[in-house]
């Protein structure tokens, strides 16, 4: 026998011993680093660029509509895409699961907070909800003599029972509080009970419902675990969505909770200020970090909170990083902070430049009589999108900017609609293809060219909604109110 002839032999059966020795796939996984799966949830990506899309720019209910599948129930979360599956949610508990190419649906998954919380917890929360409406009831007696307080007294008797009554009413709000974690909440009317837009790696895909459930399927619908943590107490709904990243599932309820994505085993909380937007992942030097909406920057890893409060958006509106800054744009001012470039137990973002917000316009809010703001600033439920050296950012009311990314300047600013006609600005602007889309709640989406003018290239209209599109290749996923929509040239 040669020595080739003997060589291969024993090349040969020390493969066949490796393949004895491991399962198939775990001797692969052993023998070469495979990549991390690539995670897709709100915004798809975070950032709201899809730079390789090219959607159509013009659609109707009748026009450019691949298809369109009835939904059981409205959701303000937005589809996540990943393999040719959609998935949504729908209220009041349900996650399903959609054929991308047909709009067929698949699976529809309840998860009810009976599914995973005990009895003892049950009827916590039942005695809570009974305790809670008496003093609701007492509130309302309370706010009504304070009107009529104001109506038939004097300045100083105004003064004194004013004050009584106001140290009662902090009394039983005191009381409330106490309640408040074991309280379900009443879907609010915009948000509804399905806010958190789901979060997959295309193995398994996570779910948030402001009951407090979080869940767990792989993406032929067999659920893999539920957890029930705690009851959000945000006013206006839950809609802060979880995040996917380095085998953690990331969930911001009242407290920042990392959950083991295989198990839903806890694995660190983090006291930092819960919100309506979603918090993103950013990197302090190399190491994995999270951004809140309210400027809290948390490590990853362990959970360790490394700064505080450095800036904080209002509402529902996300930061955006691009190349190390962070961007809050809020009603309260523009803001950029220069991230740390060195990890450490503690650290200090570097302020870049503040700039104003637009002043709401005074005779507007008048008209509308649904004015949700402060000292003549505007909300932006929107978040904003980065796209070549420019912000992009839209109030509620429909005032859209081009800000200068390295400056804060403003470039170009313009009232885009009629609010009547397009509704309050909620779902977040994207970027497609060559242009900006930008829709307001009753259904209006205007397609807007990126740059200094401000260029509306055109308007479309489907049914209402609230959850933010998505876009993939030649096509566009929306979510509307009672329909998914597939918009691609016919």
Request: aromatic letters at 10%; glycine letters at 8%.
């Amino acid at each position: 026998m040669s020595s080739g002839t003997f060589n291969k032999m024993k090349l040969d059966m020390s493969l066949v011993f490796m393949l004895l020795l491991f399962p198939r796939g775990l001797a692969a996984s052993s023998l070469e680093q495979s990549e991390p799966l690539k995670t897709f949830g709100w915004r798809m990506d975070g950032t709201g660029c899809y730079s390789n899309a090219n959607p159509p720019t013009e659609w109707s209910t009748t026009k450019n509509v691949l298809w369109s599948t009835p939904l059981p129930n409205k959701s303000s979360a937005s589809p996540v895409l990943v393999n040719g599956l959609l998935f949504c949610c729908s209220d009041p508990n349900s996650l399903l699961c959609i054929d991308a190419t047909t709009g067929k649906i698949l699976w529809e998954k309840t998860n009810a907070l009976e599914d995973v919380a005990t009895a003892g917890q049950l009827a916590k929360m039942q005695q809570s909800k009974i305790e809670a409406q008496s003093i609701y009831n007492e509130q309302n007696k309370l706010r009504g003599e304070l009107d009529e307080l104001k109506k038939t007294l004097n300045d100083t008797d105004f003064k004194e029972k004013v004050e009584e009554s106001y140290v009662k009413l902090r009394e039983i709000t005191a009381k409330l509080k106490l309640l408040k974690p074991f309280l379900q909440p009443e879907g609010y009317w915009y948000v509804g009970n399905t806010g958190s837009t789901p979060v997959t790696n295309g193995v398994n895909v996570y779910a948030v419902f402001p009951t407090g459930v979080v869940v767990c399927y792989d993406t032929k619908g067999n659920r893999v675990w539920i957890r029930f943590i705690e009851t959000p107490i945000m006013h206006h709904g839950h809609t802060s969505s979880p995040i996917l990243t380095g085998g953690k599932l990331l969930v911001q309820l009242n407290e920042l909770t990392a959950f083991d994505a295989a198990t839903g085993q806890t694995q660190w909380t983090a006291d930092v200020a819960s919100s309506h937007g979603t918090p993103i992942e950013v990197k302090i030097g190399d190491t994995p970090a999270l951004l809140t909406p309210y400027g809290d920057l948390v490590r990853i890893g362990d959970g360790r909170v490394v700064a505080s409060s450095v800036a904080r958006t209002t509402f529902c509106a996300s930061p955006i990083v691009h190349n190390g800054i962070a961007y809050f744009i809020r009603d309260t001012g523009h803001l950029a902070i220069k991230l740390p470039a060195m990890a450490a137990d503690t650290v200090r973002p570097e302020v870049v430049w503040k700039a104003k917000a637009p002043v709401v316009d005074e005779n507007l809010a008048n008209e509308l009589n649904t004015v949700q703001h402060e000292f003549g600033k505007i909300l932006y439920w929107a978040s904003p999108v980065f796209h070549d050296g420019m912000i992009y950012a839209i109030t509620q009311f429909g005032t859209f900017s081009a800000i200068d990314a390295g400056t804060g300047s403003v470039v170009c600013e313009k009232t885009l609609a009629d609010f009547k006609s397009s509704g309050e600005f909620f779902p977040s602007i994207a970027f497609a293809g060559k242009y900006l889309y930008v829709s307001g709640k009753n259904g209006m989406t205007l397609v807007i060219e990126p740059g200094n003018e401000c260029k509306e290239i055109a308007r479309n209209t489907l049914e209402p909604f609230i959850a933010t599109p998505i876009f993939d290749g030649k096509r566009m996923y929306v979510r509307g109110e009672k329909t998914m929509y597939c918009i691609g040239e016919e």
